[in-house]
Structure formats: structure tokens, C-alpha cells
């Protein structure tokens, strides 16, 4: 399958912007998503990207993609507790839509 | 409410007893897919449904069947479970079949855990 790697934790001040970071390797990447998952639950969708746009900004979301270093990063600006969270980076490819590569996930503890 | 239901939210079981965890939505989707999550693997795709009797192979399908004879349900059996079969199973469901300018949205159940003994 295609490699999509997070780093694992990410520390942050209530108040200040976060910055998580995610690098995959199909080229051909169609949508790239960013889901969170918050204790006990599935996962919800914030805010996808389609391969063909640099940024996408959401109220506080704003995703960046760098197609030629196959980064793509979310951040949250004005963090506050709720959104401690787990944070997944997804992808979808050109060859079959209908197969998901998702990454490890990102803790995202954010401290009063 | 629009939701994707699945039963059971928890199960502890033996090696080698069959078992079938239900996915069931009401969003008259066509797609639905499972996945197993992991610690430090993130979220691995089992098997996906296009339609009702249409079913395809994802990361990891090894030791485990689908079934889509409604388009509503889509569930996942475990002919004889092992515990590396242990782990955190959700179900998702989306309403385009993939097409390009769709939002390829999928839409998660609240996960079923899953030990084997």
C-alpha cells in the first residue's frame, strides 16, 4: 500500500496555532483529508484537499499541499482544549478512488 | 439521523469461534468500506463495497469476509479469529461512487473493540 506518515504527538498552549505535518508517497494522489478522532469515537472529516489546489482555509483550518515534496500540513489557528485530539491524514489515489491510505494519527495534547 | 450504525461496540472472544461484527447506514450510500485501527499503524482498510454484490480486497483482508446483499448493510465476519485479529474496527460509508468534484466524504461508525483470546 502507499505510505502516509505523522509524526505521533504534538504539544501546544491553548491559544497558540498548530501545525501537523503529514508526507505521502503516491504522486497521483487525488484527495488528500484531514480526520480527527476525539476519545471514544469514529472519525469525523474536517476538510479535504484535492491534489490540484495549494491551500484550502476553513474559519480556524488552514491545509497546505506541496505537491513536489508530497507534504501536506493542517493548521488549527487559536487552539483551544477541545480540540485535543487525534489528527489523521488520509489520501485517496487517481488508480481507484475507492481505496483509503490513512496515517498513524497525531496526538494533539493542547494545554490550558 | 444520519448515521452508520455497528453492533457489537464490543466484543471479547476465543480463537477459532466465528464471529460477525453489523454495519448498517441510513444514507442510502452506495460505497462502505472497513477498517481495522491499530496503535502506531493508523487506520487499514479490510474491504470496500461499491454496490450490493460488489466487494473488493483493500490493505489487509487476510482472515476476514464481506458480504453486501442490501445496500444498507455491509458486515464483516471472522470465520475463526486469532488475536492478532484484536483491534479497533470501524465501518464508513460514503455517497459518491468516486467520482472527481465529489467530496469523497466518508462518514465513520463509533467503532466496535474487538479482543481475541
Known amino acids: 500500500g502507499e505510505d502516509v506518515e505523522q509524526s505521533l504527538f504534538l504539544s501546544v498552549r491553548e491559544g497558540d496555532s498548530s501545525v501537523i505535518n503529514c508526507t505521502y508517497t503516491?504522486?497521483?494522489?487525488?484527495?488528500l483529508y484531514w480526520y480527527k478522532q476525539e476519545p471514544g469515537a469514529g472519525l469525523q472529516l474536517l476538510t479535504y484537499?484535492?491534489?490540484?489546489?495549494d491551500m484550502k482555509q476553513d474559519q480556524r483550518l488552514t491545509v497546505l499541499l506541496n505537491k513536489k515534496d508530497k507534504h501536506l500540513s493542517l493548521r488549527i489557528a487559536d487552539t483551544q482544549t477541545g480540540d485535543s485530539a487525534i489528527y489523521f491524514c488520509?489520501?485517496?489515489?487517481?488508480?481507484?478512488?475507492?481505496?483509503?491510505?490513512f496515517g498513524s494519527g497525531t496526538k494533539l495534547n493542547v494545554k490550558p | 439521523e444520519a448515521q452508520v450504525t455497528q453492533n457489537p461496540r464490543y466484543l471479547i472472544t476465543v480463537t477459532g469461534k466465528k464471529l460477525t461484527v453489523t454495519c448498517s447506514q441510513n444514507?442510502?450510500?452506495?460505497?462502505m468500506s472497513w477498517y481495522r485501527q491499530d496503535p502506531g499503524l493508523g487506520l487499514r482498510q479490510i474491504y470496500y463495497?461499491?454496490?450490493?454484490?460488489?466487494?473488493d480486497k483493500g490493505d489487509v483482508p487476510e482472515g476476514y469476509k464481506v458480504s453486501r446483499k442490501e445496500k444498507r448493510n455491509f458486515p464483516l465476519i471472522l470465520e475463526s479469529p486469532s488475536p492478532n485479529q484484536t483491534s479497533l474496527y470501524f465501518c464508513?460509508?460514503?455517497?459518491?461512487?468516486?467520482?472527481?468534484?465529489?467530496?469523497?466524504?466518508?462518514?465513520f461508525g463509533p467503532g466496535t473493540r474487538l479482543t481475541v483470546l
Open positions: 464508513a460509508s460514503r455517497g459518491t461512487s468516486g467520482r472527481v468534484g465529489g467530496s469523497n466524504e466518508q462518514f
Open positions: 503516491d504522486s497521483s494522489s487525488t484527495y
Open positions: 484537499i484535492f491534489s490540484n489546489m
Open positions: 488520509a489520501e485517496s489515489i487517481l488508480t481507484n478512488f475507492n481505496k483509503f491510505y
Open positions: 444514507m442510502n450510500h452506495e460505497y
Open positions: 463495497s461499491m454496490n450490493v454484490e460488489v466487494t
